[in-house]
């Protein structure tokens, strides 16, 4: 075990180092001019006090929740004896609290990172497209790094404390599901971050969009609208703090899972099978340095996101090769009856897990990019007004959620056939399989991420090139960084959502696993959920209706929120006179202000709706049932994700398709209709979307921490 943990903590240690080289690198770029700089001082002061004052909300909620798991732990082990009992609940415990810990730290690395790169993302501009694209991706780096290393360190750290380095059988077995909790902290901290970033990233679009574009008649980013900073703000916490959190919180919760499904295999492959997903997630890290590097547009001309593809494939491939080497030498070995693990079949889940994810990104893009028939249809119905753009946008969004649930499903079916193939009459080898393929899915997550944060940061430099009057030159370049970096948003949601759908039914079979050891059932037999019970069939119901619950009251909360915003920027246009001359200046500080609180407020009750019900399901309905909920929550979850995130981002892409000269342009009544829809889609691409990628992974961890108190 020891070569294998030296290389663990040793990648550890190589991300730590290139994560310092890369912040002294964009430290050390210029600023740009003063303007420049204090339009980023604005944006930066704006998003670090909506972050410091949505966790400080955040932990009063997590430390409640904390106290809730320990004593739920002890009393439902409590048959096993005081001792055994006190000790469970604090290991749950601890976990759950470093957990959120990890996942606030992501989340704020993101932020952080974000609010320093995007005036020197700028200032690079002035010296061509590549300084800018260099610039930005490296900010991102720091992020997707950052947060791939941590969930690293925090799931490795806690399996070795728990138990992962005493030489005991038993105590290696036990390990990783007393680190569940750490799923669930990461889980609970990310679904109120991504709900909490989305409503106000959204609030603050939707007000903006409205009275400066549609009322007043003023463009994008303009300096005398009163939330475009807000707006600006909004890019940095939902789509880098909100983002950051969600994917750490994708691979903790599948490094769990997968290691729980290696005490299965623990006859075959021993100790290895639970450490591989820690290695496969190392490789991964070392990958996306390797890709990151490769980056480099050398051809100004042409489509930055060629170098950004360049590197992903390039990711890819290091990926797909390191973990052969992987794969052979750790699950390797006999079966039973004394044959070969056929590891090639193994390598093949794997392999099905990259290519899923790069068709996830191809489909996404074939649904949210300017160039594709969803939306240049979507735009010509936006020359009959807003009501067809609006019904052609729901029916392309629905559409979308087709092909996506074939590949996974094909995927799955591929994954667990492979794993029953390689190790045969094994009970949960194909279940292992899905496992491998998640990892595969996953091992690119630090540079999809280093993309997913590339987005805003490319966002808030043209806004800020725009507010500052920088040179048409300059503005063209970030122009062009600003498309590609909408490209990079949607892709990765499409990611996230495809990644979140294989992981959760990882943490389904995880979940079933935990109920047999409490059954005292063996991990290699079945645990069967008749679906003929009516307790059963309930706890299916529900849990397709708290997702549509859910995304409701996300969706209503953009609504409150944005006209706290809306009716706050009519008024400075009302009382403050010579903003729309340009001789005064709009009051940001107050817009922003007005969105935290409001953003902070609605962000409650969704999030407590997703935590209390699978609790209340497995207490009052039993295991069948949670298993039920579980089950439904993530098909409806999967299915309804895709739909706001490819409906809104078509919606987003239609505006833009309008916005270079077609169908009228600008100031058409196509364009009109086109910002309408755009504003609909907002809440849907931006706030419930991405939080379902959090809640379907959230029930399964509840679950997992809960289980011992379901009747």
């Known amino acids: ?49 909506f972050l410091n004052r949505q966790y400080k909300t955040i932990a009063f909620l997590a430390l409640i929740v904390a106290v809730i798991i320990i004593v ?95 030489g005991q059988e038993d105590l290696i077995k036990e390990a990783p599901s007393l680190i569940v909790g ?119 001309s042409k489509d930055p996101m060629i170098a950004l593809n360049k590197g992903y494939f390039v990711t890819t491939i290091v990926n797909l090769i390191a973990l052969f080497f992987a794969v052979k030498i750790m699950l390797s070995g006999h079966l039973p009856d004394g044959s070969e693990v056929n590891y090639w079949l193994l390598y093949g889940a794997v392999v099905t897990g990259v290519v899923l994810s790069y068709i996830f990104v191809f489909l996404t893009d074939y649904y949210t990019s300017v160039n594709k028939r969803p939306v240049q249809e979507i735009a010509k119905a936006s020359t009959t007004g807003a009501a067809t753009n609006i019904i052609t946008g729901i029916s392309v969004g629905m559409e979308s959620t087709a092909l996506p649930v074939i590949f996974i499903s094909a995927a799955i079916f591929i994954a667990y056939k492979l794993g029953e193939l390689a190790l045969p009459h094994i009970g949960t080898s194909g279940l292992y399989g899905t496992a491998i393929a998640t990892m595969g899915m996953l091992s690119t997550t630090a540079y999809i991420l280093a993309m997913d944060t590339f987005g805003p940061i490319t966002d808030n430099a043209g806004g800020i090139t725009e507010m500052s009057g920088a040179p048409e030159p300059v503005r063209h370049v970030t122009d062009r960084l600003d498309a590609c970096g909408n490209t990079t948003k949607a892709l990765t949601k499409g990611y996230a959502v495809g990644s979140a759908a294989l992981a959760t039914f990882l943490l389904f079979s995880a979940y079933l696993d935990e109920v047999k050891k409490i059954l005292g059932k063996p991990i290699d037999s079945w645990f069967a959920v008749d679906i003929g019970k009516p307790e059963v069939f309930i706890g ?94 993530t098909i409806s979850g999967v299915i309804l994700a895709l739909f706001l995130n490819n409906g809104g981002g078509a919606w987003d892409n239609a505006k833009k398709f309008i916005e270079l000269g077609n169908y009228g342009g600008k100031k058409s009544e196509a364009h009109k209709a086109g910002v309408v829809g755009d504003t609909v889609g907002d809440p849907f691409k931006d706030t419930a979307g991405p939080s379902l990628h959090v809640l379907i992974k959230l029930i399964s961890t509840i679950t997992l921490v809960f289980v011992a108190l379901f009747r």
């Open 72 to 166: 739920a732990n002890y009393y439902g082990h409590l048959s096993e004896g005081t001792s055994t009992a006190l000790s469970f609940a604090w290991h749950v415990g601890l976990a759950f609290i470093t957990g959120a810990f990890c996942s606030a730290l992501s989340g704020y690395i993101g932020m952080y990172m974000a609010v320093n790169s995007n005036v020197r993302a700028a200032a690079g501009a002035k010296s061509g497209l590549n300084r800018a694209l260099q610039i930005a991706l490296k900010g991102g780096a720091v992020t997707g790094l950052a947060v791939t290393a941590l969930s690293l360190f925090g799931v490795a750290t806690l399996f070795l404390t728990y138990g992962g380095l005493s």
């Open 182 to 300: 750490f799923g669930f902290g990461a889980s609970f901290v990310a679904l109120f971050a991504q709900l909490g970033g989305g409503i106000y990233t959204k609030a603050a679009d939707v007000g903006a969009d409205l009275v400066g574009k549609v009322e007043a008649g003023i463009p994008e980013d303009d300096p005398r609208n009163p939330a475009v900073i807000a707006d600006l703000v909004g890019d940095n916490v939902g789509d880098c703090a909100g983002r950051g959190a969600d994917l750490f919180e994708s691979t903790a919760a599948e490094n769990i899972g997968a290691m729980i499904l290696g005490v299965g295999l623990y006859p075959v492959f021993g100790w290895k099978g639970i450490l591989f997903p820690l290695v496969a997630r190392a490789i991964g890290i070392i990958a996306s340095i390797i890709g990151i590097f490769f980056v480099n547009a050398k051809d100004e």
């Open 540 to 633: 299916a119901f529900i849990g397709a209706m708290i997702v549509y619950l859910f995304s409701s009251t996300a969706i209503r909360a953009v609504g409150k929120a944005a006209q706290y915003v809306i009716l706050e920027v009519r008024r400075q246009f009302r009382e403050i006179p010579g903003i729309m001359e340009g001789t005064a200046k709009p009051d940001y500080a107050k817009t922003v202000d007005i969105v935290t609180k409001g953003a902070l407020k609605e962000m409650v009750i969704p999030g407590l709706i997703v935590v209390v019900t699978p609790i209340l399901v497995g207490v009052i309905l039993g295991k069948e049932a949670a298993a039920a909920f579980l089950m439904i929550g």
């Open 1 to 49: 075990m020891g070569s294998y943990l030296a290389l663990i903590y040793g990648v550890i240690v190589i991300a730590a180092l290139v994560i310092i080289g890369l912040i002294k690198f964009i430290f050390s770029q210029d600023k740009g001019d003063e303007k420049m700089q204090q339009i980023s001082d604005a944006i930066k002061e704006g998003a670090m006090a």
